[in-house]
Structure formats: structure tokens, C-alpha cells
């Protein structure tokens, strides 16, 4: 007969202002087997957890069912908890009476019932609860990182300083990412690229870094510790092993027009080229689109004039297989932009601001290109239009972001900082020139980052102005900038020279894609999802797969750094052991009832279930039953819910498990 | 704004399957918004819709329930890859099977929530519950629980005469 | 009116039939036959099993050969022989059922020597053994049947098999009027039909796909199905029967034939082969599939029911 | 060739008065591009801004009741009036979210309210359901030469995702007629600025103030007129130009065309089946010297 | 409201203007005063009928300013569109109504086409209308709402607009008896306004509908 103890908790007052938790715990109580019922302010607490260690040890429980938040908060740590005190962890359920009961209900005598039914189901389940032994699998010490800005450098670096073996994949001809874009960072003002390319270079260096770039990931298999990960290389058209990197082709490529997308269009590129200058790895990729070669079949410049024959136009995509451990995900971000969106999308673009069709309307990017010493301005701060000086430059915040009606509400964080340096360095470079900028709120938080707006209005004379622009349009060579100051109650119009619109950060287009192939989740923005907001801010629900950067969030680039630090010191964590203790929830074959139909097999996703002979003494084959490799299943239970004879069971999902709930109804 | 909270004279018990990965993510949103939803659903979780056996909507039906949902994760966000896209179809058939034994199916939901649509959970709990509780208690499985023995009629002349016969 | 059915072509089938397994276990092809012989009531058959060439004359075909013997290939098979190829008599119905269970691993190809048998039909479980095939006598699953002719075998009978009456297709219309009626009017329907069972089994132990040895409903750890003959129990059974069965079964009819309380069984099964061809256009049976409708998917399959 | 298309017609109140031209116009150009147009028999009037404006459950309800007059006729709804459209529209949009709102109407008309029928500007059905290749097949007297400031106005597009007729901000459906047609229309500032039609009743002041901003806009542009689809903004640029003209020492002598006044002369209708006289801004001038008449 | 519209006689003109004086003294005193801001002095639920008239939420608004940016009436209003909801957002209609913001709308819907939070407010504007109205009758600002009144009776009247009588009429009721009264014999010369108009036949439904709003707002059924 078991002894199970229930533990009710208040959560403060956040379970027991709508449940009346006494009653729960008297009620649940009377239950037969349960030995212990009591109710606590915190269970979660260090007192609490005493007090849930001591009752399991002063009444011999051998169950505990602690009713408090979701599982997904607290179950490891009250599982714990009871290992401590001497029982199998899998011995101990949680009954959601926050999350899915008082937080949701009003009526406290309805909450009050449906509590104690809840608890009660949960009393039922974990008298069918049976003792799981740990499962250990083997950890390959290999981490992959996917994304080479400064998020995936910096942990690559840290995981490849510690020893281990790192697979980074860029999707572009060269890591850098946005941050090599930029012209100078806050709060400092240093130049971003002086900054950068030496890690850049670090990367390339390092003995323990292979480095993909041009590469996409295709397919991820396998679990923490062991998974399998496919990696397109996209043809480069050149041999990266024999290109020197002198450049002569792209010297004599004959197409030399093609807007760069590194400088936002702003320059132009050749077809056969190398984002920037600093480009790790200096090997040039050909844009197949572009290039007469691939269009006409005519040309073939570059190969004649490449010394050592790098060029190669017959070049495939290749997929190759990495074995890692652990996955860090550093994708990073995408600009929104103002133009019109396609019907039906969720974002919307800026048709008051010209969908992005008058040209001397820019978003901050762009203006940093503008900024940026090795820009295509040389760092002049000129007009896209004429090449003219803007004398009126007016910031625009908040584009995009903060604006539900426009698909997105959250705060792209970085903007009114960033905002407040480009008055800065405008006014720097433009001396007889004055900044305007239109915003809402100036969201500074961050070491020195207020003095450094403050600095930007008092000391480069930047006049800001609290209220949002209606309409922007075209006026001769001016920009009319129709706005509000909401602080005086009255209509602002500015004829601009150029216009700067902040916009807003959101996740790179095919995040949703890349998150279905590693099976993690994501927000509706695309947005990667943290395991918990507070505690697990780097790891993934997804065992073994961790954040890094604005992939799961806008960030600038100090928070970024951090976080690819931590996601690294988290992959260093899981590398520290050889063996790695699994949750053992997974499925069991039960030999005797199995009669080797093998639907199991034919529906599992991971390819865990294997044939197993069974053999008399004298070898003779009796019959094939199936079998569940352990460290391959992913414990979705699948395989129970499809064999007929229910002859494979999931642990910590059996029928009797199940059933015993839906009894308990 | 609040509405005054009505009375009803059925409360109907609804069932909800859910995986723990998408649905009960998604439950546990809409607690940590604060949103608020009829206090009839109760909840039973999966690791994923994959696991749900169609015996247990049966099961649930028979231990009184008056509504069944099951939810999980849109297809593609399986955490386990592609056990939806299996419970996908073993309901599309598991549901012809029971409209055609004269179940009704407005009693059957199914749906996709993730975790980060805890206002949709809301939206089907609520939507189900009311459906539910304008239909009526489930009567069909409850009554055929207190059947004891045969209650059918003795059709043919075999029967009958074995039955005079006792 | 009664129209009946050809079945002159029998007499040649049986002969056929008898010199193929004569010849197959004088020249030790295979170990044993399965196939019908004639039993005690006049006109009727039994299934048999034959390992001596002499008993080869035992066999026969008759419109009384109902029974699907490909249940003799894995549950029933303690008299068969362990060793050695198997030949068996097989109607194009049977056929499906063995094509079925070597897609679940339950048998191999190449350890059958597959007899088919050209069919004009069976009789129906209600008429006697004596009978002509009749429009009235015939199973009601041959007026469906789409396999008279199996295909695949290692041999066939070469007679020529008359062109098939056009009969009424008795379970697609009744799963049409029950379809037409309200959910409370199924129930109603079926309330009553599932009342009639008293849990023999009869129909589990002629059902060649179930062929589990420890069945789902016999468990009390925990009890899924309700065990006792009451209608809660029976109704469930039969449900999880007819879900179990959903694209595997094939219609051989067994269970109804079966049945001692005449529950329409089949009727279950065809409707749920009938929405899986509808749903993912699978027809059980035709060829040897490695998965089948519900243990495979499509990622744009139909999800307009989930919202 | 594509099947005839057929509409019911609501002129609505201005199109009776002192759009008279509109009507004219739009009745004589549907005949020519053999589009069937059936009024709607004993329409009332859609209550229009003063209705919202003082009491929105009436708007509310007379909309619903228009629109199911409407239902009666056959083929989708055109409407020619900006305001009518818009309130039309808006009604569908409020009554298909609020629940609360439709039962009020319900009972107020004593009748269901009709959600899902289609009501088409004329521009929709002119750049939509004919669609400009058709449109350009009928054109027999190009306007070619003729620069156009196509005046939106407010209640054509907005607020978003109500009228649905085309981009809310930067919409181009004007454009894509006049250019089906033959005309120039010309980029300008002030297209979608509001003339204050709301106010020409009570205060003309203002509505001289919006109005000269947008004339001087258009003028600015280098128009040679300009083309509305609305008879309250027809209202304020061309039977108040004078006025604005006198009250700003200015001479902009812009004829305001209506949609089908100018799409009726590229199909070659004469002046008097377009109403062209009853402009207060003379048009014949400047028809003339670019040759189209 | 049907004593408004079908009796609006000169007595009620004279009272109007009255009406409208009184409320202005009384705006520039409630303009000036201190907001003393307590459970008691914000009317939660006024703001809550504007809510349900407007179907919109004041909460929703974070105060950008770009409704006023691109109001084209901004220039006329003391309260710029965006303070109009700053005010409701604290429950403080009584000045909102006192001034004359609300009256200066055009309707055109630039604010709520453009709003970042879906702040319907044109329909927050209808709202504030109708209710200041319904508790104070005419005011001084209230011109439009003049012009609005007279609509309707002339819908109720004939089912269809007159221009014409609407014009005339608005005029001898607002007091401005020579406004645009150079336009009027053009206008006629050109067809733009007609005399006399025959009646709609379906008069009656008409009638209905007024009646049964009427009915509903009686009952309380309805706003």
C-alpha cells in the first residue's frame, strides 16, 4: 500500500486568494493512500522543501504529490528534493493549481473543486508511478554554433577555448554579421569594425574552429550529447583551399554594378566578390545570378586570370555530416522595413511614410554604413538621392516597433540608444547641421547609457522632440515631416534633408524554418523561446540546444556578448561529464506481449526501435520482437498509442498511469 | 471589464489531452497572463499528441466526460518531429469512427495551440465549454453505464425460442 | 426473384486444385497444404490441412469453402508444420488479408506457395451448405467483391471465370442509410446491435489481424476495455475493434460470419476502410505496404476538423 | 470573353441633388461598357457622417436596412458616393465584430443583418471587376495629354482593413483607371488630405482653409484638373474654388471632373451625357485645347 | 431627441445659444482649476459608455502624439487629438467637453488609420459627441451637431437628403441668416439643388426605425 504525501502550496498569496488550499489538503487527505496532507506558503522554499524532506522520512512516504505551479516551473526542483530524501525522483508528481487553476478562475469555490479534483487525479497517477533508473548516454564533446556574427563568434571562441572542437556555420560568404556593418558602438563610440575583425580573424585562426560559411543548415537529428547535424555548403564557385585571397578577380570581373547588400545598396559590388574588405574567410563567392558565366555561358574571366585556378563554375553544393554534442543558436536579426507587405502578412509596412519609395528615407542601418569610415561614403554623411550634405536630418523612432497595428508590440531596445548616437555622430560630421529627432519614450537603461543620451541633447545639441510623425512626403528636394509635440499640444513640421527611420529588430527570415529542423520552439514573432524567462535564459526546452543573441530577443551588442558567453559556459557544462544522465522517460518493449508487427518502428521519429531475435538455448530463432534503444528514443510515445497489444510502454506515461486519471475524473 | 458571473444549471465536465510541449505550454501562458476561462476543463498531459491513444477519449467518454479535446503542437513544431502529424491522422479517423456509431462530434475538439497562444487555449477551452454546456450532459455513454444486461430486443425466431425456452 | 450465380466452374477448380497440391507435396515444394475438404453436412466444407500427396483428393472447392484460411498461417498454426514452404488454397478476399499481414511482418513471401482460387463467390452464413449460390444466398461481401480473380499466385487454375453478376452492394448501402440518419439514430442503431454481444471473442479469434497475443482488451493493468458482457463494455470493444482493424482490414467478413448474436461487424470495418480511401486514398489489401494509412503521413494531410 | 456583369445601384442622396452629374454620368457610362445597373427601389439615405456622428446606432441601422434593400436586387452593390461607401462598409465591418451592436440593429430594422454581401465602389468595379484591359478595349478618344491630380479623399481607403478598397496610404486604384483611359496623372502631396466636407455646412471657413491647401497642391503639381470620386469632395473643390479663389488672391481655374465624367469622355460620351455643364469650374476650355472635344 | 428634431423651434435656438455661453464660462473654469486626481474625481464610467459606444479601449493608447501630428483640425482644437484620450484615459471628460475639440472633427479618420495601437479614435470622437450632447443639450460649439440634428430630421422627414431645406434651415437656426447666400441662386441655375423633391414611398419603415431605437433607448436596450 502506498504512502503518498501531498503538499499544498499558497505560491504568497497567488494560489490561495482563489484556492482555498486548507480545504484542498483536507479534502485530498481522505484519499485512499494518502498517508500526509498539508499545505505550505512556499513550498518552494528552502523551508519548504524541509518540510517536504522531513514529513518523507518522520511518515515513511513513499509517494509525494507536491500541488503548487506547472510542472514546467518546479518539478525538477521538488524532484530533487525528494531524492535527497530517499526517494526515486520519478516517484514525485506536481499538481497544477497556479498556472492552470487559480490564475485562471475567479470564483473561489469553483477554483477550490477543481483544485482538489486536480490534486486528486495527480494522487491517482503516482500510485502507478514506478521507480526509473537514470539513463546515461555518451556525450560527444563537438559543439556546433550556427551564425557567425558577434554572438557566434564570441561562442565559439569561449567553447573553443576550453578545449572542445567547434562546427561554425554562417549562412553568409563571411561571418561578421550585422556588427561588422556598424560605424561606432555606444556607449563608448568605438569603431565597431576595430572591435570586431580581430575576433574575426581569431576564428579563422583557431586550431579548434572548423568554419563553414556559405553554409545552411539542412537537417538535425539526434538528441543532447548526440546529435547528427547536416550542413549544406553552398558552391562558392572557388576553392577555398586554393584561393590566396590577392583579389584579381574581382578586379577584372567585368559586372561591377550589383547594390551591396553590406553597404544597404548604398555601394556596389562585382559578381564574383567578398562582402567586405575584412571578409573572414577572404575567399570571393560567386553570385550566380549576376554573373554573365552562369547567364550566358560567356566571360569566364575570373578562372582565366586566377593564378592558382581556385575558380571552379562546376562546383556543387555539398552536404556534410558533423557528430556534436551540443548546439548553440546565434542567428541573430533582421531589419523590419517600411515597404508594402504582402496580404495576409502579419506585419504591415509605413504606406504615411512612402512604402519606402522616397530615397532619402533610410533606417538605421543604412545610416550606419553612411557613418562608417569604411562605407561607401568613406564616412561622409551624403544623401542617397544627390550625394548632398543633409543640413536637416531628422530620427524618427519606434518604426515598426512598439506598434501593434503595424504586427509588432514589443521594444526593439537597441533604438533610442542608437538613435541618440547617430545625432552624435551626425553632428560630428556635419557641423552646421541639426539633428531633430521625433520619439516617444527614451528607454535607456544600461551602464552609462542615459548620461549618453543625455550628452547627445545637451552637449551635440540634438533637439528631441516627445511625439510621433503622422506623414512624411516628398516637397521638391525636401522631406516634409509632419509630426506633433504632445509636450506643448502642437503640430511640428519640418522640412527635412533626410530622414532616419529606427526600425525594428526582428528575428532573420527563416528563423521559424531552422527552428523546426532543431525541434525548439519560437514566439509569434519567430523569436526563439527560452526554457524559462527568468531562470533558463540561455538554454532551449530542447535539451542540449542553447540561445545566444538577438535570435531569441533584441540585444545590443554588451547583452549579446554575454549571453553567447553563457550559452558557451552552458555547453562547457554539459562537456565537463563523459556520461550524461537522460530523463528517463522512455519507451520499453515489453518482450512477452510483443508480437513482431513492427508498427512501432514504423511510426517512431527517431528511428529508435531496432529488431530483436529472440533465440531458444539452442539457437534456434523463436520469434522477432521489437526494441527500444534507449538513448536514441525521444520519449513522444508515440509507438505506445500505435501497437495494437500495447506491448511498448512509455515510462512516466503508461496506460495505467493515464487511465488512472481519466478514472479519477 | 467583468461580467457578472452567470449561474448555469449544467456544468459540463470537459476532458482536454493535451502535449506538454506546445498545449500545456500554452495553458500555462494563458495563467501566467491572467487570462480567465470556464473552470470546467481539466487537463491531462502528454509528452506529446503522438502518445494519445484514442482509447482515452473512449475512456474519458465512459468516466462521464460531456467534452473531449485534445491539442498540440502546429504541424511542424512537434518537439519530437512528428508525432502530431501521426495523432493527426489517427484522430481523422478515430472521429469518422465515432460520428458513425452516433457520437456527436461537436463534443470532440481538436486543435493546435503553441506555447505562446495561451489566448487561443482560452478561446477553444471557452468555445468547447459553451458548446458542450448548450448540448447537454453526454448522455449516450452515461446511460449505457448503467446498463446492466441486454437490452435489446429478440428479433429473430431463433432467439425467441431459446428464450422461451429458459 | 432469385438469380442464380455460375459456379459450373467450381468442379474444374477442385480438380485443378487437388493435382497442383498432389504435385507440390510429391515434389516436396512444400510441407503441407492448407485447403477445404468436404465436411459431415451435405454440401459443406471444412478447412483442412494435408501433408500426405494421398489426402491431396480430400481437397475441394465449393461455394461452402468460406472460411479465410490464411488464419491458419499465424494464430491457428499448431498443425502445421514448422519447417518448409506452406502451399495454401487462397480466394482473392483470403489473398488480402496475407498480403496485409507480411506488410506486419507475420509472414513471408517466400515461405507460401499461394494456390488462387478464381471465385465466383461464397454463400452467405445464413443460408445452408446445400444451397445454390444465389443473389440471396451469396456473402453479402462478395456482391463488393474486387478481387474474384487473385493476383500474385504461384498458381492458378486456368478456367475461364463467367463475368460477375452486378449485384447490390450491400454494405455501401447500409453504411449509406446509417450515414443519412441523425448521431442519435446511429447510436440508437448501434446501442442495440452491441447490446446483442455476449464477449465470445468468436469474432478476435477468427480475425486473422488480430493476432495479438496478449489482446488490449483482456488487460486489467490497466483495464482499458471493460471485460464483462454488459452493453458499456461491448459498446467499447467493438469501437476499439473497429480502430484497431481501420486500414488493415480487408473484408474478409469473418467476424460477421461468425458472430452468434449477427452483430454487423463488417459494416464497421468497411466504413472505416471506406473514409481511409477517402482521407488518404489507401485500399487495404492490393499489394504489400511497408506502412499503412495510420502508421505513415503526409504533411499537408487533410486537418480541417483540428482548429 | 467574360461573363456581363451586373450590379444594384445605390446613388445615394447627392447623386439625387447636387451630384446630379455624377448620376448622369455614371448611368450613361455603365450603358456604354454594357454593365447592367439596377437601382436599388426606395433606398434611403445611409445617414451619412452627421449620422455616425450624433448617433451611431441609427447610422448603424440605416446602412443595414440599405443593405437589405440592396439584397433584393440582384448582383453585387455599386456604390458611387465615398460617404455612402465607406458608412456601408464600416457598417458590415462593426456589425460582423460587435454581437452586441447587430442584435441592436436587428431589432431596430426588424430584420437580419446582411454581412457578406459585396458593395463595390465604382472604381472597384471599374479597375477590378472590368479591370483595366477591358477598360482600355472601350476607349475610342484617348485622354492623352491631359495631366490628372486624382483626389482620394478620406473615406475611399480609410480607416485600414474596413473599405479594403486598396492601400491605405499609398493606394493607386485612381491611377490605374485614368492610365486604362489614356490620362496622366500627376505625383502630389496633398491626394489623400482632407477637405473638411464634414464642416461645409457649418463651417465654411475651415473648409476654405483645407480645401485652398489642397488645390494649391494640385496646382503645384502642374495638374490640369482633378479627378474625385466623391460628391462632398466634387462639393468643396469645385463649387467653393471661386470663393477660395477670391478669399486667397489666387487663380487655379482646376476643373474638378468626377470619375465618370472623365473615364465617359475616353469612351467617347458627349458633354451633355456627362453633365459636364452643371460644373461650376468650366471645363470646356481646357477639354478643348487638348483636343478632346 | 425627437422633441429635438421635430419641434426645433426658435425657443430651442434661443436656448442654444444660451446654453452656449453658460458652457463656455464654465469651460474656462474648469480649464484652469488644478486636476486633483482620486478614485472619485476620475469617471470611470463615462469612460466606460465611451468604450462600449466606440467598441475601443483609452487604456490601449501610450500616447505617441500621431494622431495630432496628422489631425487636419489639429490647428482649430484646444485639446489635440492625442489629449483628448490623455483626458479620458485620467476621467476627465467635463473638460473635454467644456472646449471644443470635439466639435472641430472632421471625421476624416487619418487617427485611427494611423494609430500604432488600433485606437479607434473616430469612433471615441462620435462617442464623446453623442454623450455631450445627451448631457448638455446645444452648445456654444455645437454648430455641427446643429447641421448633424437637421440631417436626420430630414431623413425621418423624407428618407432621403434635401440639400436645399437643409441649408436654409441651418441657417435660420444657427442665427446666420446671410451665410453663403451668394452660392445658393448659382447653385439652383445649375441643378446642384433642387426645390422640391418627392417623397420616398417607404416613409414608414423609416419611421420605424427611429421609433424602435427610441423604443430600445427607453428601455435602456441600448446607448
Known amino acids: 500500500m502506498s504512502r503518498i504525501g501531498v503538499f499544498v502550496c499558497h505560491c504568497g498569496e497567488n494560489i490561495s486568494r482563489t484556492v482555498d488550499v486548507e480545504r484542498v489538503a483536507a479534502q485530498v487527505g481522505k484519499l485512499p493512500g494518502v498517508a500526509f496532507a498539508t499545505d505550505y506558503k512556499y513550498m518552494c522554499s528552502d523551508p519548504g522543501q524541509n518540510l517536504l524532506k522531513k514529513a518523507i522520512i518522520e511518515q515513511k512516504l513513499s509517494h509525494v504529490v507536491v500541488a503548487a505551479c506547472s510542472p514546467r516551473m518546479h518539478e525538477r526542483t521538488f524532484r530533487k528534493a525528494v531524492e535527497s530524501a530517499g526517494i526515486n525522483p520519478f516517484l514525485c508528481e ?31 497517477r503516482v500510485k502507478k508511478n514506478r521507480v526509473l533508473p537514470t539513463i546515461t548516454v555518451p556525450v560527444t564533446k563537438r559543439s556546433l554554433v550556427i551564425g557567425g556574427g558577434i554572438a557566434g563568434i564570441q561562442a565559439a571562441l569561449d567553447i573553443a577555448d576550453c578545449g572542445h572542437e567547434v562546427v561554425l556555420v554562417e549562412r553568409e560568404p563571411s561571418i561578421g554579421g550585422h556588427m561588422a556593418q556598424l560605424s561606432e558602438t555606444f556607449p563608448t563610440l568605438d569603431c565597431s569594425q576595430c572591435i570586431m575583425t580581430p575576433k574575426m580573424v581569431d576564428v579563422a585562426n583557431h586550431p579548434k574552429i572548423k568554419l563553414y560559411s556559405y553554409s545552411e543548415i539542412e537537417l538535425v537529428e539526434g538528441y543532447i550529447g548526440n546529435f547528427q547535424v547536416t550542413i549544406r555548403k ?38 564574383i566578390y567578398v562582402p567586405f574588405p575584412q571578409a573572414v574567410p577572404n575567399t570571393p563567392v560567386i553570385d550566380r545570378e549576376n554573373c554573365t558565366k552562369f547567364k550566358t555561358g560567356k566571360c569566364g574571366l575570373c578562372q582565366k586570370v586566377c593564378g592558382p585556378g581556385a575558380v571552379d563554375y562546376e562546383q556543387e553544393d555539398r552536404l556534410i555530416v558533423e557528430p556534436v554534442g551540443a548546439i548553440v543558436v546565434a542567428t541573430g536579426f533582421d531589419l523590419y522595413t517600411i515597404n508594402e507587405k504582402p496580404k495576409g502578412s502579419m506585419i504591415k509596412g509605413y504606406g504615411e511614410f512612402g512604402h519606402g519609395k522616397i530615397p532619402d528615407v533610410i533606417d538605421g542601418m543604412t545610416f550606419e554604413r553612411l557613418a562608417s569610415a569604411s562605407g561607401p561614403t568613406g564616412g561622409k554623411i551624403l544623401r542617397p538621392s544627390d550625394g548632398k550634405e543633409p543640413k536637416q536630418i531628422v530620427f524618427i523612432q519606434c518604426i515598426g516597433s512598439r506598434a501593434r497595428e503595424k504586427g509588432i508590440s514589443y521594444c526593439s531596445k537597441v533604438c533610442c540608444m542608437y538613435t541618440a548616437k547617430h545625432t552624435m555622430l551626425y553632428h560630428h560630421k556635419v557641423h552646421d547641421g541639426q539633428a531633430y529627432v521625433f520619439f516617444m519614450d527614451a528607454r535607456t537603461p544600461g551602464k552609462s547609457y542615459d548620461e549618453f543620451w ?35 499640444g502642437v503640430q511640428v513640421e519640418i522640412e527635412a534633408d533626410m530622414v532616419v527611420l529606427a526600425t525594428a529588430i526582428q528575428p532573420q527570415k527563416g528563423a521559424d524554418t531552422l527552428a523546426q529542423k532543431l525541434g525548439i520552439s519560437y514566439d509569434k514573432y519567430n523569436f526563439y523561446s527560452e526554457a524559462h524567462a527568468k531562470l533558463r535564459p540561455v538554454e532551449c526546452a530542447t535539451a542540449g540546444i542553447y540561445l545566444a543573441g538577438a535570435c531569441q530577443g533584441p540585444k545590443d551588442i554588451p547583452d549579446t556578448v554575454s549571453q553567447a558567453s553563457a550559452a558557451a559556459a552552458k555547453v562547457m557544462t554539459l562537456f565537463a561529464k563523459d556520461q550524461l544522465e537522460r530523463e528517463p522517460i522512455v519507451a520499453r518493449v515489453r518482450e512477452a506481449g510483443c508480437v513482431g508487427c513492427f508498427y512501432c518502428k514504423k511510426v517512431c521519429p527517431y528511428g529508435a526501435v531496432e529488431e530483436k531475435e529472440i533465440r531458444d538455448r539452442q539457437g534456434n530463432l523463436i520469434r522477432v520482437v521489437a526494441y527500444v534503444n534507449p538513448g536514441v528514443c525521444g520519449g513522444c510515445g508515440t509507438c505506445q498509442a500505435t501497437c495494437p497489444s500495447k506491448s511498448v510502454e512509455l515510462d512516466g506515461y503508461t496506460d495505467e498511469q493515464i487511465v488512472a486519471m481519466i478514472e479519477a475524473l | 471589464m467583468h461580467s457578472e458571473k452567470q449561474k448555469h444549471s449544467f456544468e459540463p465536465k470537459i476532458i482536454a489531452f493535451v502535449c506538454t510541449w506546445c498545449t500545456y505550454a500554452g495553458a500555462d501562458l494563458a495563467g501566467t497572463s491572467r487570462m480567465q476561462y470556464p473552470s470546467n476543463v481539466r487537463v491531462l498531459k502528454f509528452p506529446c499528441t503522438g502518445r494519445i491513444d484514442p482509447v482515452f477519449i473512449l475512456k474519458a467518454f465512459q468516466q462521464g466526460a460531456d467534452g473531449v479535446l485534445v491539442s498540440g503542437c502546429h504541424p511542424g513544431d512537434c518537439h519530437y518531429i512528428a508525432g502530431n502529424f501521426h495523432a493527426r491522422r489517427r484522430f481523422a479517423a478515430f472521429r469518422k469512427l465515432l460520428e458513425f456509431v452516433g457520437v456527436d462530434l461537436n463534443r470532440l475538439q481538436f486543435s493546435w495551440v503553441s506555447a505562446a497562444e495561451g489566448g487561443k487555449w482560452v478561446e477553444v477551452v471557452t468555445d468547447l465549454t459553451e458548446k458542450v454546456r448548450a448540448m447537454g450532459p453526454m448522455a449516450e455513454f452515461k446511460q449505457l453505464a448503467l446498463e446492466e444486461q441486454w437490452s435489446g430486443t429478440i428479433g429473430t425466431p431463433e432467439l425467441k425460442e431459446a428464450y422461451n425456452a429458459i | 426473384m432469385t438469380q442464380p450465380i455460375d459456379t459450373s466452374i467450381y468442379i474444374a477448380i477442385t480438380e485443378a486444385i487437388r493435382d497442383e497440391a498432389k504435385r507440390l507435396l510429391l515434389e516436396g515444394q512444400v510441407s503441407a497444404v492448407i485447403g477445404y475438404a468436404g465436411a459431415r453436412r451435405k454440401g459443406s466444407a471444412q478447412p483442412v490441412i494435408i501433408s500426405q500427396a494421398e489426402d491431396a483428393a480430400k481437397l475441394i472447392f465449393s461455394p461452402a469453402s468460406v472460411n479465410n484460411l490464411a488464419l491458419y498461417l499465424t494464430k491457428a498454426k499448431k ?110 442503431y448501434w446501442k442495440e446491435q452491441f447490446a446483442k454481444c455476449i464477449k465470445c471473442y468468436a469474432c478476435r479469434q477468427v480475425c486473422p489481424f488480430c493476432f495479438c497475443e496478449q489482446c488490449l482488451c483482456d488487460r486489467n493493468k490497466p483495464q482499458m476495455v471493460e471485460s464483462t458482457p454488459r452493453p458499456a463494455g461491448n459498446t467499447a470493444w467493438h469501437i476499439v475493434r473497429a480502430m484497431h482493424l481501420a486500414g488493415r482490414c480487408a473484408g474478409c467478413a469473418e467476424c460477421e460470419r461468425v458472430c452468434p448474436m449477427d452483430i454487423p461487424l463488417n459494416l464497421l470495418n468497411r466504413k472505416m476502410a471506406k473514409e481511409l480511401k477517402e482521407l488518404y486514398a489507401y485500399e487495404a489489401g492490393f499489394e504489400v505496404n511497408d506502412k499503412g494509412p495510420l502508421s505513415t503521413f503526409d504533411e499537408k494531410d487533410d486537418q480541417s476538423f483540428i482548429k | 470573353m467574360k461573363e456581363k456583369l451586373n450590379y444594384s445601384y445605390y446613388p445615394g442622396c447627392s447623386l439625387h441633388a447636387s451630384a446630379g452629374e455624377y448620376d448622369l454620368s ?207 469632395c466634387h462639393g468643396n473643390l469645385d463649387i467653393r474654388q471661386k470663393e477660395i479663389e477670391g478669399v486667397y488672391s489666387v487663380n487655379y481655374n482646376l476643373p474638378v471632373f468626377y470619375l465618370t465624367q472623365l473615364v465617359g469622355l475616353a469612351v467617347g460620351l458627349g458633354p451633355d451625357k456627362l453633365g459636364l455643364a452643371a460644373m461650376m469650374v468650366n471645363p470646356l476650355p481646357l477639354l478643348k485645347e487638348k483636343g478632346l472635344l | ?202 416613409l414608414s419603415e423609416i419611421e420605424k426605425i427611429f421609433t424602435r431605437i427610441e423604443e430600445m433607448r427607453r428601455k435602456g436596450e441600448a446607448l
Open chain 1, 234 to 271: 553552398k558552391a562558392r564557385s572557388v576553392d577555398e583551399d586554393k584561393c590566396t585571397g590577392c583579389g584579381l578577380c574581382m578586379e577584372k570581373c567585368p559586372i561591377k554594378k550589383i547594390p551591396s547588400k553590406f553597404d544597404c545598396n548604398l555601394g556596389m559590388r562585382t559578381a
Open chain 4, 26 to 232: 455614371t448611368r450613361e457610362l455603365f450603358k456604354k461598357l454594357k454593365i447592367g445597373l439596377t437601382e436599388v427601389p426606395d433606398w434611403f439615405c445611409c445617414g451619412a457622417t452627421p449620422a455616425h456622428n450624433v448617433d451611431e446606432l441609427l447610422s448603424l441601422s440605416l446602412c443595414a436596412k440599405n443593405l437589405e434593400l440592396a439584397d433584393k436586387v440582384e448582383g453585387d452593390l455599386a456604390v458611387a458616393c465615398a460617404a455612402c461607401f465607406s458608412r456601408l462598409k464600416t457598417t458590415q465591418n462593426v456589425l460582423s465584430e460587435s454581437e452586441v451592436k447587430r442584435k441592436q440593429v436587428e431589432k431596430a430594422i426588424d430584420a437580419p443583418v446582411i454581412l457578406d454581401s459585396h458593395v463595390k465602389h465604382l472604381l472597384e468595379i471599374l479597375a477590378r471587376d472590368l479591370g483595366p484591359e477591358r477598360l482600355a478595349q472601350s476607349v475610342n478618344k484617348p485622354l492623352s495629354g491631359l495631366k490628372v491630380a486624382c483626389y482620394y479623399g478620406c473615406l475611399l481607403t480609410r480607416p485600414t482593413d474596413v473599405p479594403n478598397l486598396d492601400c491605405v496610404e499609398a493606394p493607386t486604384i485612381m491611377e490605374d483607371v485614368l492610365k486604362a483611359v489614356g490620362a496622366e496623372t500627376v505625383a502630389w502631396t496633398h491626394r489623400m488630405e482632407c477637405c473638411g466636407a464634414n464642416f461645409t455646412l457649418s463651417r465654411p471657413g475651415v473648409v476654405i482653409q483645407l480645401t485652398n491647401a489642397i488645390l494649391d497642391s494640385a496646382k503645384a503639381a502642374g495638374a490640369d484638373c482633378v479627378m474625385v470620386a466623391c460628391p462632398l
Open chain 1, 454 to 488: 543625455r550628452r547627445s541633447i545637451e552637449e551635440e545639441e540634438a533637439v528631441y522632440i516627445r511625439g510621433m510623425v503622422s506623414r512624411l512626403y516628398q516637397k521638391g528636394d525636401k522631406i516634409v515631416v509632419m509630426g506633433s509635440d504632445i509636450a506643448v
Open chain 5, 1 to 202: 431627441m425627437q422633441s429635438l428634431s421635430r419641434h426645433f423651434t426658435l425657443m430651442s435656438t434661443v436656448q442654444f445659444l444660451i446654453g452656449g455661453i453658460l458652457l463656455s464660462i464654465k469651460g474656462c473654469f474648469v480649464k484652469k482649476k488644478k486636476m486633483i486626481i482620486s478614485q472619485e474625481t476620475m469617471d470611470v464610467d463615462f469612460v466606460r459608455k465611451v468604450e462600449a459606444l466606440s467598441g475601443t479601449s483609452v487604456r490601449r493608447c501610450f500616447q505617441c502624439g500621431k494622431c495630432s501630428a496628422g489631425c487636419p483640425m489639429a490647428t482649430f482644437m484646444e485639446h489635440p487629438p492625442n489629449r483628448v484620450v490623455r483626458l479620458l484615459q485620467l476621467g476627465q471628460w467635463q473638460r473635454i467637453l467644456a472646449g471644443r475639440s470635439i466639435w472641430y472633427c472632421a471625421s476624416c479618420e487619418t487617427c485611427t488609420t494611423r494609430c500604432p495601437n488600433k485606437v479607434d479614435l473616430t469612433s471615441i470622437m462620435d462617442a464623446l459627441r453623442k454623450l455631450s450632447w445627451d448631457a448638455e443639450g446645444a452648445s456654444k460649439e455645437s454648430y455641427v451637431q446643429l447641421a448633424n440634428k437637421l440631417f436626420l430630421q430630414n431623413i425621418r422627414t423624407y428618407g432621403r437628403q434635401y440639400e436645399m431645406r437643409l441649408a436654409a434651415v441651418f441657417n435660420v437656426k444657427s442665427g446666420q441668416f446671410l451665410k453663403d447666400l451668394m452660392l445658393g441662386p448659382k447653385l439652383i441655375s445649375k441643378g446642384k439643388l433642387k426645390m422640391f423633391q418627392s417623397k420616398n414611398k417607404n
Open chain 3, 79 to 188: 498443425e502445421i508444420p514448422k519447417n518448409g514452404k506452406i502451399g495454401i488454397v487462397v480466394k482473392g478476399c483470403d489473398l488480402k488479408a496475407i498480403v496485409g499481414l507480411m506488410g506486419e511482418s507475420q509472414l513471408k513471401r517466400e515461405e507460401l506457395y499461394l494456390i488462387g482460387v478464381p471465385c465466383a463467390g461464397v454463400l452467405a452464413s445464413t443460408a445452408q451448405p446445400s444451397t445454390g449460390l444465389t443473389a440471396e444466398t451469396i456473402a453479402p461481401k462478395c456482391t463488393e467483391c474486387n478481387a474474384h480473380l487473385p493476383a500474385g499466385c504461384d498458381y492458378v487454375p486456368n478456367v475461364q471465370l463467367p463475368a460477375p453478376l452486378q449485384l447490390e452492394e450491400k454494405y455501401i448501402a447500409e453504411i449509406t442509410r446509417l450515414e443519412a440518419l441523425t448521431p442519435v439514430e446511429r447510436w440508437a
Open chain 1, 94 to 124: 506536481m499538481a497544477n493549481i497556479r498556472e492552470h487553476c487559480s490564475w485562471v478562475h475567479e470564483n473561489r469555490e469553483e477554483a477550490t473543486v477543481k483544485a482538489i479534483e486536480i490534486v486528486g487525479m495527480m494522487v491517482e
